[in-house]
């Protein structure tokens, strides 16, 4: 069993204590709507928890999903945000991981039920308890009020679901690491990509570069599958030693049987069992991206090589500060592009029209 350091203690009687505070936030008041600056209401800070002054919030491909509501019915007014950078600027009595003036970050998920199987081992991303994981926002929170991302200017969180940004990693250019970060380092360790593996990373954006640069410090021989040579010059310099167009047939001919994991991070509907054909003998093709429509595989793409084909989500919690210490290790940050928060709406739009390279990270002192 991992240590995940997260216990019991203080996690449904001390959270309405003391006093409510309202912070400025932008969101979504409806599905698909423009976000506007409003104000959300954040809970005390109870005995175990932290407040942390948000400083910089990345902006995911699935935040704009869950505005759209495009995997399901959301909660409204929606603030979304789960790439969030900050300072702690407040401790409960008996917090005692964090001091004020740290530096942390907070991922996809602010709680979990902590007693499951998953919980225990360190893999909260894939609770198994009463309701799952509670996610940063657009979810119900153990209080029975909804949760709010990071497109606002505090946070209040128990302590053991904060997590440690290393010093030397600028805080603007971390935040993405919080989720693009982890969403690839977990695949990639979890399926040893190290010196001597040849690793795919399918799409070059947001998640993808992040691919390109962490296999690329595991040692791994890393190469681009993207649709187009359009961004080569940035893959090569990101660390890839080969990139490679899937608009051209003999990418899949000359490649055919040559990888020992293809990580797929782009959401498109692809034809998955062309991409399990580049698989040598017991590879594995690990989907991070998540199409709006269900795939299809041919069970021959499988059968030939024994080959397989699985999904991964995030990290846990241990494993999500083993990558900050690696990415602190490595000097590895995101690619961002800093914006305001008036510029949020034109950064969908941009997003959506794979406009960004290679992540939107706002700028929350401008809320």
């Known amino acids: 069993m991992t240590n995940t350091g997260i216990t019991n203690t203080g996690i449904t009687n001390d959270t309405n204590a003391g006093t409510t505070r309202t912070v400025a936030a932008y969101a979504a008041l409806t599905p698909k709507s423009p976000l506007q600056k409003t104000t959300v209401p954040r809970r005390a800070v109870g005995e175990h928890d932290i407040l942390i002054d948000i400083e910089f919030a990345g902006i995911c491909h699935s935040d704009i999903h869950q505005v759209g509501e495009d995997w399901g019915t959301g909660i409204f007014p929606m603030v979304p945000g789960h790439e969030i950078a900050g300072v702690v600027s407040e401790v ?54 909804p949760t709010y991302g990071g497109y606002s200017t505090q946070l209040v969180i128990d302590e053991g679901y904060a997590l440690r940004i290393p010093d030397n990693l600028p805080l603007d250019a971390a935040a993405p690491l919080l989720c693009a970060g982890i969403t690839l380092y977990s695949p990639l360790s979890h399926w040893g990509a190290g010196p001597g593996k040849k690793v795919a990373i399918v799409g070059l954006g947001g998640l993808g570069h992040m691919g390109v640069k962490i296999a690329h410090a595991k040692g791994a021989e890393v190469t681009v599958l993207s649709q187009s040579l359009r961004k080569r010059e940035d893959g090569l310099k990101l660390g890839a030693d080969h990139y490679r167009a899937t608009s051209d047939p003999a990418t899949f001919t000359e490649l055919a049987g040559t990888f020992d994991l293809i990580v797929n991070t782009v959401s498109a509907d692809l034809d998955l069992s062309a991409y399990l054909g580049l698989l040598r003998a017991d590879g594995t093709m690990v989907q991070v991206g998540a199409p709006e429509k269900p795939v299809t595989v041919n069970a021959h793409a499988l059968l030939v090589g024994r080959r397989s084909l699985s999904g991964s989500m995030i990290g846990g919690l241990p494993e999500t500060q083993e990558m900050l210490d690696f990415c602190g290790e490595h000097g590895i940050t995101a690619e961002i592009e800093l914006i305001r928060a008036d510029q949020i709406n034109e950064a969908y739009e941009r997003v959506l029209a794979s406009d960004v390279r290679y992540r939107f990270v706002i700028d929350v002192s401008t809320i």
């Open 92 to 145: 409960g009595p008996g917090v005692t991981r964090w001091k004020v003036g740290d530096r942390v970050g907070v991922g996809c998920f602010v709680d979990s039920c902590r007693e499951c199987d998953n919980c225990r081992a360190g893999l909260q991303q894939y609770c198994t308890g009463d309701g799952g994981a509670t996610f940063t926002y657009n979810a119900i929170g153990r209080d029975g009020e």
